[in-house]
């Protein structure tokens, strides 16, 4: 159990409520139907910044997408074959010409002399990069007109750029005939809102890859592209881009800036499209299902529920539907389950939750080794847990004493779990998994969570019924939770022998590969016995015990970058448990773009 308090009134009663059996929920729309991926409370403050900032925000995954390409994680590496990295440069060639162009084309169209002005100076920092291509190119002897045709790839974005620049919108009514100087400046806003995600894409790859500790050393054999795109100068422009964006759409209409958000888009899918055309002459270690064969692989996915699947923790919900649902006096009616009044459940809720969470911190200070351990030591860790595993187990029984679970409708669970806010991407990652009939996988969920029927409900709205969930179960008489919980994952010592016993039960001769995905202490042990094992969020205590004891918490991206500067044609790069190394990220974007690829 992690009895996280409930936030402020996550569910509200309807008028009439005494007279029926069912209450109404705050609206707990899946994240999973937005494409924000950003902390919630950053959400609210949309409204207050730029339409181009706002774009980028919204489109995080695309982001994500391009920095996990095996063509990005190669040449962050510095081990991409000069071969790939000279048909890039010979793509990139034609990009920045449409560029330069489309700055052109904008300029003519703006109808401001700042902006013109602007746009001016941005084409000019287009040719100079163009001339940074042109050394690298003189550097290496190469003929681009004879040895790298255009590709695919690259003729549909700078077609798509290009007929942008020229007023040939799709979707736009009377697309090319835009006259009138008002018009003309609209395509200029269109133009940019084609070329803004590209500079701020770039920007965002150079400051990702100059990040990385070994980016810096003048070895690296891509040190000038890094350098480029890292540089103050570079952010600059991007930020102008965006700038200039937001100036010129500031009188669009709605129906004109979602034009523009369309074209953001399509910019931005289509720029992920040209890094995974790009062609590789080596082995890479993304995405992890690459090469997957489900006739000899079986790929066993693991997954925690609260703050890893959820936006809020599920004992907070249950505590919520408890207190809502709980007579208001002692005129209960003589055919209904005597129950606590909704007044003293609420005052037995808040003891409860004081209690466990100040026990919680003694227990985590307990078992913490008086010294940072030089070397991973699973076994230590494992018999430390043992002791929070106690105290889950003491604060467990506390809860069923109290009774204060008693009287739950499970039609109110159902509901209460199929309005659920999850984490954006969460479900879509899951879907793509056991939907695909290309991978021979399962994905089994487990959960500390009081109710499994609140998890069950929470994915059946998403249509993923065919994931094992695994987690305690309440008791009921008839529809009625009776207050009791049967126990079946209430521990880190309970939830790595449930991931054994899967491991184990699954007696087939295909190569398994497993991953766990969780936030907690209570995943930690189940984290590291995982050929790969990914933490969500930022949990301080998961962090502190894990350091500890010797584990590390690698960043995705980062660690992904290590493997494959190691790797070398012909060896090994074997995901395997107890190696220590966690990877850390902060969105479900990430373990999509890694698993799964974009």
């Not at 774009?55 to 095996?70: D, G, H, Q, V, Y």
Request: aromatic share 10%.
């Amino acid at each position: 159990m992690r009895m996280r308090w409930f936030l402020s009134n996550p569910i509200r009663t309807l008028p009439n409520s005494n007279k029926k059996r069912s209450i109404s929920f705050r609206t707990f729309r899946s994240r999973s139907s937005s494409r924000i991926q950003i902390p919630m409370a950053a959400i609210h403050n949309l409204s207050e910044i730029g339409l181009a900032k706002r774009f980028w925000i919204k489109f995080n995954r695309e982001s994500i997408c391009a920095l996990f390409t095996p063509f990005v994680i190669s040449l962050a590496s510095g081990n991409l074959k000069t071969d790939s990295f000279r048909h890039y440069i010979a793509q990139d060639v034609h990009f920045l010409r449409s560029f330069a162009k489309a700055y052109e084309l904008a300029q003519e169209c703006a109808d401001d002399d700042d902006d013109k002005l602007g746009l001016s100076q941005l084409r000019k920092e287009v040719l100079e990069e163009l001339k940074l291509h042109d050394s690298l190119v003189k550097e290496w002897g190469l003929d681009l007109a004879k040895e790298h045709g255009i590709s695919s790839a690259t003729v549909k974005y700078t077609d798509f750029l290009l007929a942008t620049a020229s007023g040939k919108i799709e979707g736009l009514k009377s697309s090319g005939k835009l006259a009138t100087p008002f018009e003309k400046t609209k395509i200029a806003a269109y133009t940019l809102g084609a070329l803004s995600p590209c500079m701020r894409l770039y920007a965002f790859l150079g400051e990702k890859i100059k990040e990385l500790p070994h980016s810096n050393e003048s070895t690296h054999p891509y040190s000038k592209w890094i350098d480029n795109y890292s540089s103050d100068g570079f952010q600059a422009s991007a930020l102008q881009t965006e700038d200039l964006l937001d100036k010129l759409s500031i009188s669009l209409t709605g129906e004109e800036l979602d034009v523009i958000e369309k074209l953001y888009y399509q910019a931005m899918k289509l720029e992920i499209d040209f890094f995974t055309a790009q062609p590789l002459f080596q082995p890479t270690i993304v995405p992890l299902t690459k090469g997957h064969n489900p006739e000899e692989d079986h790929l066993m996915i693991f997954s925690d529920f609260d703050l890893t699947c959820t936006v809020v923790d599920s004992s907070a919900i249950l505590a919520e539907i408890a207190i809502v649902t709980a007579p208001k006096s002692d005129n209960q009616p003589e055919d209904q389950t005597a129950r606590m009044l909704s007044s003293d459940l609420r005052n037995t809720w808040g003891l409860l939750s004081k209690q466990y969470t100040e026990e919680y911190e003694q227990c985590i200070e307990s078992i913490m080794p008086t010294d940072i351990l030089e070397n991973f030591d699973y076994k230590g860790l494992s018999t430390a847990l043992e002791q929070l595993s106690k105290f889950e187990n003491s604060a467990n029984n506390r809860v069923i004493e109290s009774r204060v679970l008693k009287g739950i409708n499970i039609e109110d669970i159902k509901r209460a779990g199929e309005r659920l806010i999850l984490q954006d991407g969460c479900t879509d990652f899951f879907k793509k998994v056991l939907k695909n009939e290309n991978l021979n996988s399962n994905v089994h969920v487990l959960s500390y969570c009081w109710c499994g029927d609140l998890i069950r409900s929470a994915f059946s709205t998403a249509d993923l019924n065919e994931m094992d969930v695994h987690a305690n179960e309440f008791c009921y008489e008839g529809s009625v939770s009776t207050g009791d919980i049967v126990k079946k994952v209430e521990s880190p010592i309970d939830k790595v022998q449930g991931f054994r016993n899967i491991l184990k039960s699954c007696n087939n001769d295909k190569k398994k590969l497993s991953i766990y995905i969780g936030d907690s202490v209570g995943d930690l042990l189940c984290l590291l016995e995982a050929d790969v094992g990914i933490v969500v969020g930022s949990s301080s205590s998961l962090r502190r015990i894990g350091t500890q004891f010797g584990v590390s918490f690698v960043p995705l991206f980062s660690g992904l970058v290590k493997k494959q500067k190691e790797h070398n044609e012909g060896s090994s790069y074997n995901w395997k448990g107890l190696s220590g190394i966690l990877y850390t990220v902060s969105s479900w974007a990430e373990v999509h773009a890694f698993i799964l690829g974009c």
